[in-house]
């Protein structure tokens, strides 16, 4: 029976690394019964165990309508990660999940969405791209994408701009600093901070802006978009918290009246803009 809180081994059957210091890793579930009742929405999480290395949380990175693999893309920046950036393929992992709420996909049925990112935080929003395009045929809404990173290597996902492109996705790259990558490569990405498209770039009419990246980041990207009298109901942002249990229990990811991951981790910024101190 499908049951979130209990862990589950999944199997590691691909790794590509992304940049210097993350990866992505293709998984699939060991039980076949329980991957067939597993599902998700792109922004929700998981739990991600390995034995003497405690677990940590992770969003999904794909499409859910792959019901036989899903993908998490990992940094590499303490004692989970560094040991999961050391597996191989076949190696066995344990996840429990999924958790939290998730982007509001629906809304893409009758409006258009920007998403706006910087570094590892575009992850759930690759995993909204690809089920974007999934599930084309539901949505009237166009998709356009503001994605800065460190430099060029630091992008992840760059083996799917191509496609993304192709599939008429606006997408529109910033970098902090410029190197030979970024000169050779078939995608457009000036210098600058990811703010920087606003004001450049047409914005797509009316959009449902969804943001995942460095809480600064954050900050200036909903200044902008408070300049062009966007909504704040229509803001979602994905906030990054210390979490354990990811059920709203230990209370480490309480922020004003929610937790992170129960209530969250995406929340309106109507809901929390009021919170002192929420990004
Ligand atoms: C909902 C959610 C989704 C996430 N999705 C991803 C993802 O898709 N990919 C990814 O690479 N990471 C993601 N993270 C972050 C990841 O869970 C942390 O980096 C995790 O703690 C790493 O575990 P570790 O044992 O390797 O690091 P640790 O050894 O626990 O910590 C390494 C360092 O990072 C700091 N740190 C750890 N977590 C946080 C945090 N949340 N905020 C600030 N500092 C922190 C620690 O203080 C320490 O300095 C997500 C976090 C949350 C809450």
């Known amino acids: 029976m499908f049951n979130p809180y209990q862990t589950k081994s999944v199997v590691i059957r691909k790794i590509i690394k992304e940049s210097s210091d993350a990866k992505r890793f293709v998984l699939e579930f060991q039980d076949k019964e329980y991957a067939k009742q597993f599902d998700f929405l792109p922004g929700q999480f998981i739990e991600i165990s390995i034995p003497g290395f405690n677990e940590a949380p992770f969003t999904f990175g794909s499409s859910s309508k792959n019901k036989e693999f899903f993908e998490i893309a990992v940094r590499d920046v ?17 996840m429990r999940g999924p958790f939290g709420n998730g982007f509001p996909m629906d809304l893409l049925k009758s409006r258009n969405l920007l998403l706006v990112s910087g570094g590892c935080g575009f992850v759930p929003l690759r995993s909204v791209t690809e089920e974007y395009l999934d599930r084309k045929d539901e949505f009237e809404g166009k998709l356009q994408v503001f994605y800065g990173a460190r430099s060029y290597d630091d992008l992840l996902f760059k083996d799917d701009f191509e496609k993304w492109l192709g599939a008429g996705i606006d997408l529109n790259l910033k970098v902090d600093k410029q190197d030979k990558s970024c ?78 991951c129960k209530d969250g981790p995406v929340f309106s910024w109507d809901k929390i803009e009021w919170i002192p101190g929420i990004i």
Not at 78 to 94: R, Y
Not at 184 to 205: A, I, M, R
Request: proline share 4%.
């Open 78 to 94: 303490g004692s989970l990660t560094s040991a999961l950036s050391q597996m191989k393929v076949s190696d066995e992992v344990g």
């Open 183 to 260: 000169d050779s490569s078939k995608f457009k990405c000036d210098t600058g901070l990811v703010t920087e498209l606003f004001g450049k770039v047409d914005l797509v009419e009316r959009p449902v802006v969804f943001i995942c990246g460095p809480p600064l980041m954050a900050k200036f990207v909903i200044q902008e978009l408070d300049k062009l009298k966007v909504e704040y109901s229509d803001i979602y942002i994905s906030l990054e918290r210390r979490m354990e249990c990811g059920l709203g229990v230990c209370e480490h990811c309480a922020v004003g009246p929610y937790y992170v």
